[in-house]
C-alpha cells in the first residue's frame, strides 16, 4: 500500500510546479497583453498628434517621401497626404534655386556628415506658388532603415514682414542720412544703437565709438552731468525730454545742440526705447544774444534820450512858466495901476457930489431957521442942487460898480486873448476863482446897501419939497427931522463907500509869507496902551508857534483890531484880554478872549489869509 502511494507524490509536486508555471505565464500573457494596449494606445496618440500638428511632417529617404501629414499636404497645396506619396520625390516641392542645397543636406545627414539641423527654404505650392518654409531635420529609422524626419512651418508672413521691416529701416536710413539733423536711437537699457550719418559727420566719430555711452564723451564737460540726469530720468520715466547743451564738433568747436527724444512704443504698448534728433542751434544763440545785446543799448539809448528830453522839456516848461509868470506879473501890476487911478478919481469924483449935498443941507438947515418968503426960491433952487447931485453920484456909484465887476470877472479874462488868458488862469487857479466869485458877492451885496440910503436920501428930499410948499409951524419938525435923515443916510453913504473901495483895494493887493506870531505880538503891543487905560490885562498864547503865512499885513491887523476893540467894549469895569492862535499844517487860527466867556476867532488857510 505505502509503495502504490509513494510513485504518487512526485506527480502531485510535479503538477504543482506546471500549475505555478500556468500562472506565470497566464500573469504574464495578461501582462504583455497590457503593454500591447498601452503600446497601441501611444501609437494612437503619437499618430493623433501628427496627424492634427499645426506643423508639416514629412519622412523621406533618398528623397522618396514615406510619410506625409495633412499639414504638410495642406502646406504644399495638397488636398491629401497620398497626393503627396504619389508624387515619389520630394524635389518638386522645393523651389528649384534651393534644390541643390537641400540635397546636399539629406545626402550629408544619411552618410552620418554634418549638416544643419534648421534651415530655411522657399517651397512650391501644387500651383506653383513659391512660398517661404522654415525646418528641422534629424535622422530616425524607418522600417529598419535610416530615414530622414523633418517638420515645416510656413514662414512666408514672418519673411514678409522682417522684409517690410528691412525696407522700412533702409528708408529711415537714406531719410535720417538725408535730413540736415543729428538722429539717434536707443534701446530700452538707455544705451544708443543707431546714429545717422548727420551725427557722425558733425562729430567725426565713427559709429563703434558712439554707440551706447560714447556720445557723452562729447558733450561739454559744463552741461555733461545734467544732460546725462534728464537723459537718463526720461528713460525711467518714459517720458520725452529737450536737451540745450554743447557739444564738440569735428573741428574741435563747441557748438550749441537742441536735442528731443519721445519713447517709443509697440502696438501692444510696450516700451523700446527712445527716439531723438538734435540741431545746431549755435547761429540761433548767437543772433539772440547779439539781439539781446542790440535791445540793451537801444534801451540805454532810449533812456538817454528820454532823459535828455525830460531835462530839455523841464528847461522849456520852467522858462515858458517863468515868460508867463513875468508876463502875469505885468498884466497885474498894469491892472492894479489902472484900478488904483480908477478908485481914487473914483473916490474923488463921489466926494464933489457928496459934499456939494452936505453944503446944500447945512444952507437949508440955516434958512430953515428964520424962514422968509424971499428964501422960499433959494431952497427950491438948493433942493433941486442936492436932486441933482444926488443923481450924479448914483450914476457915478453904479457905474464904479459895474467897472470893478468886468475888471474882476472871468470875462474880462477872457477879453485879454487867449494866450493871456490860459497864463491869467494857470496863475490864478481854484483861489483865484472863488476869490472872485466872493467880490462879486460883495459887489452886488454893496449895490443893494448904497441903493437904500440913497432911496432914503431921494424920499426925503421930495418931503422937503412937499413941506416947503405950505411951510406952517406944525410941519417945521418934520423938515427938521427930514434934514437929519439925509444926513446920517449920507454919512452912512460916504462910509459905505469908502469902506467898498478899501475892499477893493485890499483884494487886489499883494500877500505875501511873513511871520505871524511875531505881527500878532507886534499889535498886542500896540493895543496894551488902550486896554491899560481900560483896567484890562493883555495875553498871549501860542502866538510863537503860528510861523510863516502869506496874508495882507494891514488887513489882517484891522479885522484883529476890530475883534479886540469889540472885547474892550465888552469888559467896561477890566478884565483879561487874551489873543490865542494854533496853526495845523495847512490852517491857522487866531482868538481873542475875554473874560466875559467870549470867543471871538478868525481861521484861514496858510495860503489864503487876506
Not at 504543482?16 to 497583453?33: I, K, S, T
Not at 509869507?513 to 496902551?529: K, Y
Request: net charge negative.
Amino acid at each position: 500500500m505505502e509503495m502504490s502511494q509513494r510513485p504518487l507524490i512526485p506527480l502531485i509536486q510535479e503538477l504543482a510546479v506546471l500549475r505555478h508555471r500556468m500562472e506565470a505565464l497566464e500573469a504574464a500573457a495578461a501582462m504583455c497583453q497590457q503593454a500591447e494596449d498601452a503600446l497601441s494606445e501611444s501609437e494612437m496618440r503619437f499618430w493623433t498628434l501628427v496627424q492634427e500638428s499645426l506643423q508639416g511632417i514629412l519622412v523621406h529617404s533618398n528623397h522618396q517621401p514615406l510619410f506625409v501629414n495633412q499639414a504638410f499636404a495642406a502646406m504644399f497645396g495638397y488636398a491629401t497626404p497620398e497626393e503627396v506619396l504619389r508624387l515619389g520625390t520630394v524635389l518638386p516641392l522645393i523651389a528649384p534655386q534651393d534644390r541643390a542645397r537641400m540635397i546636399a543636406y539629406g545626402d550629408a545627414r544619411l552618410c552620418g556628415d554634418a549638416a544643419p539641423p534648421q534651415y530655411e527654404l522657399q517651397g512650391l505650392r501644387q500651383d506653383g506658388t513659391p512660398f517661404w518654409v522654415e525646418a528641422r531635420a534629424t535622422v530616425i529609422q524607418w522600417d529598419g532603415a535610416p530615414a530622414i524626419l523633418s517638420t515645416h512651418i510656413d514662414i512666408t508672413t514672418r519673411k514678409q514682414a522682417k522684409e517690410a521691416l528691412r525696407d522700412s529701416e533702409a528708408r529711415f536710413r537714406t531719410l535720417a542720412d538725408a535730413v540736415p539733423v543729428l538722429i539717434w536711437l536707443a534701446d530700452v537699457s538707455k544705451r544708443c544703437t543707431y546714429f545717422n550719418k548727420g551725427w557722425l559727420e558733425f562729430t567725426g566719430r565713427t559709429m563703434e565709438q558712439e554707440l551706447g555711452y560714447g556720445w557723452a564723451e562729447g558733450v561739454h564737460p559744463d552741461e555733461r552731468s545734467a544732460c546725462l540726469e534728464t537723459y537718463t530720468t526720461a528713460f525711467e520715466t518714459r517720458q520725452p525730454f529737450e536737451l540745450e547743451y554743447r557739444r564738440r564738433r569735428a573741428d574741435g568747436a563747441y557748438r550749441w545742440i537742441v536735442d528731443c527724444g519721445v519713447p517709443l512704443f509697440t502696438p501692444n504698448g510696450s516700451f523700446i526705447g527712445h527716439i531723438g534728433s538734435g540741431i545746431d542751434m549755435t547761429a540761433h544763440k548767437q543772433a539772440e544774444q547779439f539781439l539781446q545785446q542790440m535791445h540793451t543799448e537801444i534801451e540805454q539809448r532810449v533812456q538817454e534820450r528820454t532823459a535828455a528830453l525830460r531835462h530839455e522839456m523841464a528847461e522849456c516848461q520852467h522858462a515858458e512858466a517863468e515868460s508867463r509868470r513875468l508876463e502875469c506879473d505885468a498884466l497885474r501890476a498894469q491892472h492894479l495901476a489902472l484900478l488904483g487911478r480908477l478908485a481914487a478919481s473914483v473916490s474923488y469924483e463921489i466926494r464933489n457930489p457928496l459934499g456939494a449935498i452936505m453944503l446944500h443941507v447945512d444952507l437949508l438947515e440955516e434958512e430953515l431957521q428964520q424962514p422968509t418968503p424971499e428964501s422960499f426960491a433959494q431952497i427950491a433952487q438948493w433942493l433941486a442942487e442936492i436932486k441933482t447931485n444926488l443923481t450924479r453920484l448914483d450914476e457915478l456909484i453904479q457905474d464904479y460898480l459895474l467897472l470893478v465887476r468886468v475888471s474882476l470877472s472871468q470875462r474880462h479874462v477872457q477879453d485879454l486873448g487867449a494866450a493871456v488868458q490860459a497864463r491869467a488862469v494857470e496863475v490864478q487857479g481854484l483861489a483865484a476863482e472863488r476869490h472872485v466869485a466872493l467880490l462879486g458877492r460883495l459887489t452886488a451885496s454893496v449895490s443893494q446897501e448904497i441903493r437904500h440910503p440913497l432911496g432914503a436920501i431921494m424920499l426925503h428930499v421930495d418931503l422937503l419939497e412937499a413941506g416947503l410948499q405950505q411951510l406952517t409951524p406944525e410941519n417945521s419938525a418934520q423938515i427938521a427931522q427930514a434934514l437929519a435923515a439925509i444926513k446920517t443916510n449920507l454919512t452912512c453913504l460916504d462910509e459905505l463907500m469908502q469902506n467898498y473901495l478899501w475892499l477893493v483895494r485890499v483884494s487886489l493887493s499883494q500877500r505875501h509869507v511873513q511871520d505871524l506870531g511875531a505881527a500878532v505880538q507886534a499889535w498886542a503891543v500896540e493895543v496894551q496902551r488902550l486896554a491899560a487905560a481900560r483896567g484890562v490885562t493883555v495875553r498871549l498864547e501860542g502866538a510863537e508857534s503860528l510861523g510863516g503865512v502869506a496874508f495882507h499885513n494891514s488887513t489882517l491887523r484891522r479885522a484883529v483890531l476890530h475883534l479886540v476893540q469889540n472885547a474892550l467894549d465888552a469888559m467896561p469895569t477890566g478884565g483879561t484880554l487874551t489873543l490865542a492862535g494854533q496853526g495845523t499844517a495847512t490852517q491857522v487860527q487866531l482868538q481873542v478872549r475875554d473874560t466875559e466867556a467870549v470867543s471871538r476867532q478868525t481861521r484861514c488857510r496858510r495860503s489864503s489869509i487876506p
